[in-house]
């Protein structure tokens, strides 16, 4: 018991460690930014940092539990184009309200979330291969429901526009305020609660520190499994809703990329690449060091690809910090 009290404290104490070093990098960056680039101490400039980061954000909280399993979710960036895409023909082309094409969205991606967890929990086929093929599913499935075109969902001023207030309200002098960040806080909020104290989150993290010690505690393993695939699935649902709220056209084909902003800022926030181990504030943290460099780098003259190089070292970075935590005995 004690030897057991002792690993949990030097866990938290190791997450707590890392969730103040990314805030340091987040502060780090802002700081750098502000004082190279005019451009980046714009107003509009947060406004389109926070736009951008919304949907990332919700599909790294959901895809936080499949990593802390130790699998992971590649499905989530094709799949929100998916059932933004859906949605949106629901609400265009079949007079659907735009509260039910959204309802659709959330039900869709949780389907899909479920599919994967029943396919990886029950059929044993890797995480990997799983969601690999249910992102290429779904990328080919939402091109064939809307012919191969872009889907508009409705614009602020026209009927049904009222769900990008959601995300975003315009002040009458014109002003933009980026009212979602108050969403996703309390969504960070919750479903850190989730993870940390109750049986969901604890036996989350449980299968991901060691399946078969938990399934001889009488843990019912592939329920719960497949609940950290369905939790990641709703999670792109509600994803593809700040998308559409964000952005005024959904094209089929896209959304590739997406899945490995979130995963890599749930890596950069703390999860541990081989599971066990991770928090929900962590992942919402390491999103913003990566949309700070995304939107920050171009402002300095460096090119886009240049993000990508520095987001794969900084990810490097952080798995090497996990494994060197694991060897000195903090995990």
């Not at 949780?110 to 990328?139: H, Q, Y």
């Not at 402002?299 to 993000?307: D, T």
Request: charged share 10%.
């Amino acid at each position: 018991m004690e030897k057991s009290t002792a690993k949990k404290k030097s866990i938290l104490a190791g997450t707590s460690g890392q969730l103040l070093v990314v805030a340091l990098v987040i502060v780090a960056l802002v700081i750098f930014f502000y004082a190279n680039s005019t451009n980046f101490r714009k107003y509009t400039t947060l406004v389109s940092i926070l736009d951008y980061s919304y949907y990332i954000v919700l599909m790294s909280i959901g895809v936080t539990f499949p990593l802390i399993t130790g699998g992971v979710d590649l499905s989530i960036g094709t799949g929100l184009i998916c059932y933004s895409l859906v949605g949106g023909y629901l609400i265009s082309f079949c007079n659907f309200p735009v509260w039910a094409g959204m309802l659709v969205s959330v039900l869709f991606g949780t389907a899909i979330g479920c599919l994967n967890g029943v396919v990886v929990a029950i059929m044993g086929i890797p995480p990997f291969l799983t969601t690999l093929c249910t992102c290429m599913i779904t990328r080919g499935l939402g091109a064939i429901i809307v012919g191969g075109f872009g889907i508009s969902w409705p614009t602020a001023k026209a009927p049904g526009g009222w769900f990008r207030s959601i995300f975003k309200i315009t002040l009458e002098s014109n002003r933009k305020v980026p009212i979602g960040i108050v969403w996703i806080i309390l969504i960070v909020i919750v479903m850190s609660y989730v993870l940390n104290h109750t049986k969901v989150g604890r036996y989350t993290i449980s299968i991901g520190s060691n399946k078969e010690a938990a399934r001889l505690s009488g843990v019912n393993v592939k329920a719960y499994h497949i609940l950290a695939y369905v939790i990641s699935g709703f999670f792109a649902g509600l994803a593809s809703i700040a998308y559409s709220a964000i952005f005024a056209t959904v094209q089929p084909g896209t959304g590739a990329g997406f899945e490995l902003e979130a995963i890599g800022g749930a890596i950069i926030g703390g999860v541990s690449a081989s599971g066990g181990v991770g928090t929900v504030v962590g992942s919402m943290l390491g999103v913003f060091v990566i949309c700070l460099l995304k939107t920050g780098l171009p402002f300095i003259g460096l090119q886009a690809n240049w993000q990508q190089i520095i987001t794969g070292i900084v990810l490097i970075v952080a798995v090497l910090v996990d494994v060197i935590k694991k060897r000195r005995g903090i995990e």
